[in-house]
C-alpha cells in the first residue's frame, strides 16, 4: 500500500489531503499542489479531465484556466448546467516544463496516469455517477482501461467494467489549438453537440 493512502477514502477532504502528500509519481514534487474534483457531491455526470493546468495549479481548483472557460460555455450550451455535474481529472497534480519563467504543460505518461487511477477510482466510488464524459485521450484511458482513438469514438457512450457509461469526446484544450476561426467555431459546435448527449443523465 503506498504511504500516502489511507486505507480507505471515506470523504473528498479526506481524498484533496492524500493526494496533496502523494508522491507516487514524480508529477507532485513539482506541482504547487494537488487538484481533486469539485462539483455537486452526489452528481449523476462526473467529467474528467486530463491534469490540472497552470491556473488549477495555482488556484487548487479543477477547470478555472483557458479550457475550463471554454468547458463552461460548452455546457451552458449544451444545456447542461455545470452546478449540477462534478468536473474531475485523470491525474491529479500539474506536470510542466519550465521555458524561462513559463510554465509549459506537459502531458503525463501512461505509467503517471495508471499512477493516479487510483485517486480518480476513489472520487467515483465516491461522488457514485450515473455515467462519466471523458475529455480526450488520457481520460478516456483511464475510465476505459485502455486506448480510445478519440476523433473515431467521440460522441459514443463506452461501457466500463463496472457498468458506467463514458461518453468520449475531446478535450477542451485541443479547441483552442485551432488557429483558424471558422474551425474553431465549427470544433465548438462539434463539441457541444457531444456534451448534448449527456443532458438526459444530468436530468434524470
Ligand atoms: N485541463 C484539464 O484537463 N483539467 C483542468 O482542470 C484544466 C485544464
Redesign the pocket.
Known amino acids: 500500500m503506498p504511504e500516502s493512502r489511507p486505507d480507505r477514502i471515506t470523504s473528498l477532504a479526506q481524498l484533496k489531503a492524500a493526494t496533496m502528500a502523494c508522491r507516487e509519481c514524480p508529477i507532485g514534487e513539482f506541482a504547487t499542489q494537488s487538484?481533486t474534483g469539485e462539483g455537486a457531491p452526489r452528481a449523476r455526470l462526473m467529467l474528467?479531465?486530463?491534469?490540472?493546468?497552470d491556473?488549477?495549479d495555482l488556484q487548487g481548483?479543477?477547470?478555472?484556466?483557458?479550457?475550463?472557460k471554454l468547458?463552461a460555455r460548452a455546457l451552458e450550451a449544451a444545456d447542461v448546467p455545470r452546478e449540477r455535474v462534478f468536473?474531475?481529472?485523470?491525474v491529479k497534480h500539474f506536470k510542466f516544463e519550465l521555458r524561462g519563467k513559463r510554465r509549459i504543460?506537459k502531458s503525463p505518461t501512461q505509467r503517471e496516469a495508471a499512477a493516479c487511477l487510483h485517486w480518480l477510482e476513489d472520487e467515483i466510488a465516491l461522488v457514485r455517477p450515473v455515467a462519466l464524459v471523458a475529455?480526450?485521450a488520457?481520460?478516456a484511458r483511464s475510465l476505459l482501461g485502455r486506448a480510445v482513438p478519440v476523433m473515431a469514438e467521440r460522441g459514443h457512450w463506452l461501457p466500463r467494467p463496472d457498468g458506467r457509461q463514458v461518453l468520449v469526446t475531446l478535450?477542451?484544450?485541443a479547441l483552442l489549438r485551432v488557429a483558424d476561426a471558422q474551425a474553431r467555431h465549427a470544433a465548438f459546435e462539434a463539441f457541444v453537440a457531444d456534451l448534448r448527449h449527456a443532458r438526459r443523465v444530468v436530468r434524470g
Open positions: 487538484v474528467v479531465g486530463e491534469q490540472p493546468g491556473q488549477e481548483h479543477p477547470f478555472v484556466g483557458p479550457a475550463g468547458l468536473v474531475s481529472n485523470a504543460h475529455l480526450g488520457t481520460a478535450h477542451p484544450s
